[in-house]
């Protein structure tokens, strides 16, 4: 199984910065997909970032973030990292990282995901 940990959230101003970090442990071989994802109370989670811990290809952004967020991977540390620029209060939720597989299903469904981090809050204040 997988392991992960969020770590890294907090209280910002608008136009601010974070940097989030998910640490992974267990057997990511057969989970080659990390994405994040955040959740706001009363809405849906949504789809934020996604890399893969190797290989080649572009980084998956949602429209929402595109500009503002990069997703980046560590893997010597096994660590994937959501580095959160220009902060707005919208981006305010509870922010997940995942792992899932190739074949699950689309890179920004959730249920492509199969291991969830506890979640890490982030607040952002007008």
């Known amino acids: 199984q997988v392991q992960l940990v969020e770590s890294g959230g907090g209280l910002v101003q608008a136009g601010g910065s974070l940097r989030l970090s998910c640490a992974a442990s267990?057997?990511?071989?057969?989970?080659?997909?990390m994405g994040w994802f955040r959740q706001a109370p009363g809405k849906e989670r949504e789809f934020v970032a996604h890399?893969?811990?190797?290989?080649?290809?572009?980084?998956r952004y949602a429209d929402s973030v595109k500009g503002r967020f990069t997703i980046s991977r560590d893997n010597a540390k096994d660590t994937v990292y959501l580095q959160m620029n220009s902060l707005k209060p919208e981006d305010t939720a509870v922010y997940y990282c995942?792992?899932?597989?190739?074949?699950?299903?689309?890179?920004?469904?959730?249920?492509?995901?199969?291991?969830w981090g506890q979640g890490t809050q982030v607040t952002v204040s007008s």
């Open positions: 995942a792992c899932g597989g190739w074949y699950s299903g689309s890179y920004d469904e959730a249920t492509a995901y199969a291991y």
């Open positions: 267990g057997r990511t071989l057969n989970t080659p997909r």
């Open positions: 890399i893969r811990w190797s290989g080649g290809g572009s980084a």
